[in-house]
């Protein structure tokens, strides 16, 4: 992927999106079966964490890439992270708020989204 396409109409970053969304929901699915509601609550905690963190990123590096006519890597490198710090803060207030919270359900779907984030990346079409 070029830095000049990281914009939300980029294909390759609407079909991240989409992944990240279907996993989420596939394990919530499946957190549900095994673990019940909170279980289920808990993936779409964790697979959303990396969905919005990824939103995040797209609008943080594309406002750099604009200021910098697309050139350099200090935009994408600060927008990285600025998703790692909303990523810390997101999963932190999940923890601190969620009493119920099934953290296998939250990590594993977090952990599944985030690898999805870089493999797509990766891949093309």
Not at 11 to 33: S, Y
Not at 66 to 93: H, N, S
């Amino acid at each position: 992927m070029m830095l000049s396409e990281v914009s939300l109409q980029s294909p390759t970053i609407r079909r991240m999106l989409k992944v990240q969304l279907a996993i989420t929901v596939g394990f919530a699915v499946i957190a549900g079966i095994v673990s019940g509601e909170h279980g289920a609550v808990s993936a779409i905690l964790g697979g959303l964490t990396n969905v919005f963190a990824s939103i995040i990123f797209v609008f943080v590096a594309n406002f750099g890439l604009q200021r910098t006519r697309g050139e350099g890597l200090w935009p994408m490198l600060r927008a990285e992270l600025v998703k790692l710090l909303f990523i810390a803060v997101q999963l932190g207030l999940i923890l601190k708020f969620y009493e119920k919270l099934v953290l296998p359900a939250l990590f594993i779907t977090f952990f599944v989204t985030l690898l999805a984030w870089r493999m797509t990346l990766l891949t093309k079409n």
